[in-house]
Nanobody, 123 residues
Framework: QVQLVESGGGLVQAGGSLILTCAAS????????MGWYRQAPGKQRELVAT???????NYGDSVKGRFTVSRDNAKNTVYLQMNSLKPEDTAVYYC?????????????????WGQGTQVTVSS
């Protein structure tokens, strides 16, 4: 099992910045990648950003150029630096970690989620 604990959400004015932090613990040795997703009221959960152990990143189109995901492998922690925030960034942000492995019968994957942290951007 993997436990994910998020912190750093809150209320910020449009144009402001926030940093989200997610610390992983438990059976983490196979975790790769880690990242962030978000869900706004009435909308589906969407990709914000992910990062592999090797540092390869992937961003959702709506946050490219404004958000930066980073990872400290020694601390098993992933960060999301959010700049130039917009009201449409308002959502619950969820940390995600993927545990994948394979054996002679096939490949497997478990997705772990944090409890979510609210980010509210006022106009």
């Amino acid at each position: 099992q993997v436990q994910l604990v998020e912190s750093g959400g809150g209320l910020v004015q449009a144009g402001g910045s926030l940093i989200l932090t997610c610390a992983a613990s438990g059976d983490i040795f196979r975790i790769n990648p880690m990242g962030w997703y978000r869900q706004a009221p009435g909308k589906q959960r969407e990709l914000v950003a992910t990062i592999t152990r090797g540092g390869r990143t992937n961003y959702g189109d709506s946050v490219k150029g404004r958000f930066t995901v980073s990872r400290d492998n020694a601390k098993n922690t992933v960060y999301l630096q959010m700049n130039s925030l917009k009201p449409e960034d308002t959502a619950v942000y969820y940390c995600n970690a993927v545990d994948s492995w394979a054996d002679s019968w096939g490949s497997y994957e478990n997705n772990y989620w944090g409890q979510g942290t609210q980010v509210t951007v006022s106009s």
